[in-house]
Nanobody, 121 residues
């Protein structure tokens, strides 16, 4: 069984910062890409940032220059440093991990339960 547990969400004023963490645990053989998505009320879930196993990254245009994704392969953890937060960043943030639970199985995407980020004065 695999679990992805997020932490670090909360309420912050515009211009502030937050750091999200997501730790994967369980029967994990290998992790490929890890990522962060977000979903605001009434909107579809969207990719925020992604980091591959070689640490190459990509970001949505709306967060480039403000957010930084990183990962610790020893701890099976992905981070999202969010700076210069704006009210439009308000959403539930979900982490994802493409991982294998057995060497002969394909990579499957697992999701965290979500953590709320609210940017408001």
């Amino acid at each position: 069984q695999v679990q992805l547990v997020e932490s670090g969400g909360g309420l912050v004023q515009p211009g502030g910062s937050l750091r999200l963490s997501c730790a994967a645990s369980g029967s994990i053989v290998s992790i490929n890409a890890m990522g962060w998505y977000r979903q605001a009320p009434g909107k579809e879930r969207e990719l925020v940032a992604r980091i591959d196993s070689d640490r190459s990254t990509n970001y949505s245009d709306s967060v480039k220059g403000r957010f930084t994704i990183s990962r610790d392969n020893v701890k099976n953890t992905v981070y999202l440093q969010m700076n210069s937060l704006k009210p439009e960043d308000t959403a539930a943030y979900y982490c994802s991990a493409d991982l294998k639970t057995m060497s002969w199985r394909p990579y499957l995407r697992y999701w965290g339960q979500g953590t709320q980020v609210t940017v408001s004065s």
